[in-house]
Structure formats: C-alpha cells, structure tokens
C-alpha cells in the first residue's frame, strides 16, 4: 500500500548453478527488454538464503528494481530513460527499497528499535564501504589502510574475510559507491520530500519519485516538488 500498483506481468525464476554459488550475488534481476513488460528474471543464489533473505528480495523484486524497471517503461516512452538509466539511481532506489521495507517484518509493521539498530548498522556498513572504494581508487588507500579504517570505525575484521572484501573494491572500482551514493541520495530525497511536504502519504512520495523518472537527483527534487504541488 506503500507504493503504486504496475501493469500486469510475468517474471521468472532462475537459480545461480551450485559452482558458481560462492562468487555470486545473493540475488539479481534482469530486464533487457523493450516493449515486453513479461521478461523479468530474478535470478536466486540459493547458497546465500537465509533469514534476512526478505530484504533482498525487496531490492531485486518489489518494490526494488522490478517494480521501477516496470513503472517506468509503463510511464514513459523514452527509451533512453528505461534503458540507459542512471545505475546510481536505480541502485539507489532498491537499497532504498530494501532498507524500508524492514518495517514489512516487524510485527505490526512497527519498526523496533532492535530493527533499527540493524538497519543502522547495515547502513554503516554499505557507507564505509562506500568510502572505500573512493580512498582506493581516487586517494589510492593500501590494503593496511583500508584495514585500519574499518578497524577503527568498530567493525570486527580479520585477515582473511577482509582481503576478500578488498578484492572486491579493489577489482572492481565504482561498485559500492553505485550503493551507498546512490542510497544516500535517495534516502535524502524521500526525506526532503516529507518535510516540504508534510501531508503526502508515503506512497504519494514514492509515486512522485517514480514519475519524476530516471533523471539526475537535482532534477527529480525539482520535479517532485512540482508534482506534490
């Protein structure tokens, strides 16, 4: 109830063969498609299921990236906005999506303060990463560095599943700041929104995001604002 309903569709389930389970994401979505609104792939690491498995599904499915992959190619015409889309935003509104729907598994759908605590942290570890993708690869940070960041932020590290961790930053530059950025300029938006307008619903805010479509965040501030009126 908390976001805009999406055309009827079909999606499909595919799971991550057991050999390449242990270098797989837990989760992931696919939607190479024009004018298909039923060739969604969601792709599952059964290897990474657990009980925290619900949030990912948020990110992937709904009200993440396969609800917004949808909305869009359903409000727009533009190819460019639903093919070429922002990563930044895309992630940005699925970590976004993750983290809120938190509030789904609490009971009532009251978040705890144990739940926050969660959330929290989790978000603290997607930002520390995030700053360390940018101190390697624009500060060049060393392993050591890196090390002692997170050792001094209160994160319990070791060798060998930190070097794993690094790896991943470090061969890949980009691929936290895409998260942590683009959850932090999300985030801040929705809460911009909330404020300026303090009598939207939750889905009147979300609804405004989505229509404001995959643009730059200044523009979707903007346009927002016209649309909340």
């Known amino acids: ?5 999406i055309p009827a569709h079909e999606y499909y389930l595919m799971d991550v063969p057991e050999v390449f389970e242990e270098n797989f994401s837990p989760a992931a979505y696919l939607a190479y498609h024009i004018d298909d609104f039923n060739a969604n792939m969601l792709i599952v690491n059964n290897g990474s299921v657990d009980e925290d498995f619900g949030t990912t599904v948020a990110h992937e499915g709904y009200p993440g990236h396969m609800l917004q992959s949808i909305y869009t190619r359903s409000h727009t015409d533009h190819l460019y906005l639903y093919l070429s889309a922002s990563i930044g935003y895309m992630e940005g509104w699925a970590t976004y999506c993750e983290y809120y729907s938190m509030k789904y598994f609490a009971e009532g759908g009251k978040t705890t303060k144990a739940m926050k605590l969660i959330k929290y942290e989790s978000v603290l570890g997607l930002l520390a990463s995030t700053r360390a993708d940018y101190g390697i ?3 060049g940070w060393s392993y050591d560095e890196c090390f002692k960041y997170f050792k001094d932020l ?9 070097s794993k961790l690094y790896m991943l930053i470090a061969t890949d530059p980009g691929y936290y700041a895409k998260y942590g950025m683009g959850y932090l300029w999300t985030q801040k938006t929705m ?5 300026k307008h303090p009598d939207a619903t939750a889905k009147e805010i979300h609804t405004a995001f989505l229509d404001s479509m995959p643009v730059t965040f200044e523009m979707i501030n903007k346009n927002m604002d016209s649309i909340l009126g």
């Open 1 to 5: 109830s908390d976001f805009p309903k």
């Open 137 to 139: 690869h624009k500060e």
């Open 154 to 162: 209160g994160f319990s590290v070791d060798d060998e599943s930190f």
């Open 191 to 195: 809460e911009d929104m909330h404020t």
